[in-house]
Structure formats: C-alpha cells, structure tokens
C-alpha cells in the first residue's frame, strides 16, 4: 500500500511554468515505477509522462514532449512533473500513479492521488 500527495499546482499565464510534486509515503517507493495523468472537465484521464523505478525509462505523452519533464528523487520518495510552456489546454486536474508491475502509459495503475488543479490562463 502507498499513499501519493500531489502538491503544486495552481494558476499560471500561457507561456509560464509550474512545477508538480508527487510524494509517496507507505511502502518502498523504489518498488512502482510512477506517473502523471490528467483529466480536464468533460474529458477522460489521460496519460501525461511515466518514469521507471530506476529513472532511466522515461514515457511522455506526445501533447507534453518538449515541454514536460518527469524525475523521481529517491531518497525523497518523490516524483516531479516539470512543465515549461504551459498552455490553455494543459488545464486540468494532474494526478499522480503508481504501478507495482512494470510500467505503462495506459490507466493500469494501482494507486492514484487526489490530484492538484492546474489552470492556465490566456
């Protein structure tokens, strides 16, 4: 079992950036490769970027390459999700995952967060 905080979110200018935080309290946070989805109003949860257990392996939705960037801090049982250049579009509700087995860009996560609001303005 982990329990996943996301922290960092709030309201930015097109063109800005934020900086998201996921921490992971329970189990050890070594074990899941993690995740950032998102889920704006009227649409589904969908995939944002993914990092390995390790940190090696890295998977980014094609809306965010070039302009996200996820990372884990071990020691700190931590997962950011660094977005530059945000747009209109980018607004949404960011959630954080994590997945015992494997990893992958799809919703097969075993543990989500509440999530954190991220609205970005014209």
């Known amino acids: 079992q982990v329990q996943l905080v996301e922290s960092g979110g709030g309201l930015v200018q097109a063109g800005g950036s934020l900086r998201l935080s996921c921490a992971a309290s329970?189990?050890?946070?070594?074990?899941?490769?993690m995740a950032w989805f998102r889920q704006a109003p009227g649409k589904e949860r969908e995939f944002v970027a993914a990092?390995?257990?390790?940190?090696?392996?890295?998977y980014y939705a094609d809306s965010v390459k070039g302009r996200f960037t996820i990372s884990r801090d071990n020691a700190k049982n931590t997962v950011y999700l660094q977005m530059n250049t945000l747009k209109p579009e980018d607004t949404a509700v960011y959630y954080c995952?994590?997945?015992?087995?494997?990893?992958?860009?799809?919703?097969?996560?075993?543990?989500w967060g509440q999530g954190t609001q991220v609205t970005v303005s014209h």
């Open positions: 329970g189990r050890t946070f070594t074990t899941y490769a």
């Open positions: 995952a994590a997945k015992v087995q494997g990893i992958t860009i799809t919703r097969a996560y075993d543990y």
């Open positions: 990092i390995s257990r390790s940190g090696l392996t890295l």
